[in-house]
């Protein structure tokens, strides 16, 4: 297996939910919007052509997955998905469920509002429920 580091801000931001076989998916801690980050675990990686061609596949399997999770688990209105990496080089991707009543509909989510606090009990759920929608790795 290939060293992999998680980003400092992306590990304080977001809670371990599963490991897939390219990816570790992490929930961001903000109960505005059901949050998913799609990390590859695999070192030095900016964009999302810095994949090889097979993996560069298996990230989008891989965020389907976790958007077809998220939109079982929360019933949402849309998924986004976005590749920025603007503020944390290390290559990940957001998969947001969004909802029409959601503090930042329709625009993005980014300094819409104050991140949420989930209640434990709640938190503890969610991850649950995501990790037995989520295919193992």
Known sequence: MIRFDLNPRLEGDSLPVADLPLCAVRLMKDANYPWL??????SDLVEITDLSAP???????EIAAAAEALKTITGCDKINVGALG?????LHVHVIARFRTDAAWPSPVWGAAPAGTYDPVELEALIDR?????PTA
């Open 86 to 90: 603007n503020m944390v080089p290390q």
């Open 37 to 42: 980050l799609l990390i590859p675990r695999q």
């Open 55 to 61: 993996d560069r596949l298996r990230l989008m399997e």
């Open 130 to 134: 995501l990790r037995k929608h989520l």
